[in-house]
């Protein structure tokens, strides 16, 4: 299998060009993404939280859930939305109607569980730290048994999901074109700037190879 | 009333040093997030749809979602959970557990409902091109009323809000500030890059004002 099979829930409605179900693109955009945003629903309000994510293949992890206490309690998982979305740019037309944005996102669907077994949940924490700074969790001051306690690990088996993306400049009716009026991309993107040391860090520690 | 009054829909739970419900500090993120994540339920079933939003005091909208045949039933306003999140940078410490991220956050609650007069809806549009380029829309190709009616505007009032932030370096136990570990932020932001015109824009057309 090398895609995701869309029910009614994840297939893309509006705008089907713009869709995709392949893993590569789904799971490259899910990578690329810093965070996302985790849906859940208590007493029928739908809850949005923004978290750190990261996967496994086809298994998502996040932790510091305010729906932990609702998860401790739903043993077989409630069903949860993981959206993950890049912010690409303005796309700037000739007229409103064809103004739009250029972006990468993620929508993903399946039932979230809190990972209750301790080494379960470390080696988790461990892959999130071996994914963004490879060799880093050997360094560190050891996990304690309560950190790990202390600590709220959630996983989801991705169901199903659809990425959506937009690039490009505009797309204008072909009569506006003629129309003297600026037209064209406004580009957007993350940058991750130079470090910023702790001021309690101990002198002569140099910058790990993982963070150049 | 210069802050929202949070129920428990909306009282942080977690680390309440960081949260904040005045008007400000809520309104402020709101503002400087390029788009937001807006959370709704459908049989059950959470979603959670990436949008670009703009508000007008305490009232926020955003358009093309994939609620609206939702709305379009639902004349009453359904219940949403609107976020809007900046990624500030991942903050390394000398233990795994006191790994973090900065960020400022806001998750703002009410019930969405569509609007269904095209004259609102224009305003509501001509809005967000006055919020993003102000000018730009006595520039552009009048809008048509097929268009307007092609457009799904949603709005909400914001019955209430809670904003979440965390800023600078890690906070270790103290025996591990000794430890031979560095530790410190590794800052994000999202940047907009240089204007990519449009291949087909007309020679001579200069880059107006409001994008220099």
Sequence with gaps: ??????????????VHRRAAYDFKTVHGILDAAHFCHVGYV?????????????????????????????LRQVKTGVPVCVTASLFDGYVLARSAFHHSANYRAVMAFGKAKLIEDPAKAEAA???MMDNLW??????????????IKATTVVTMEIEEASAKIRTGGPV??????ALPIWAGVEPA????????????????????DYLE
Excluded: C, F
């Design 1 to 14: 299998m090398s895609e995701y099979n869309p029910s009614q829930i994840s297939r893309v409605k509006r």
């Design 42 to 70: 208590i007493d029928d309000q739908p809850y949005v939280t923004p978290t750190l994510h990261w996967r496994d293949g086809n298994r998502l992890y996040w932790h510091g859930s305010s729906a932990s206490r609702m």
């Design 125 to 127: 924490l461990k892959l």
């Design 134 to 147: 490879p060799g880093r969790w050997e360094e560190l001051r050891p996990v304690r048994a309560q950190e």
């Design 172 to 177: 204008d009716d072909e009569d506006d074109y």
């Design 189 to 208: 993107r993350q940058i991750i700037d130079p470090l910023v040391a702790d001021p309690r860090l101990t002198d002569g520690i140099p910058i790990p």
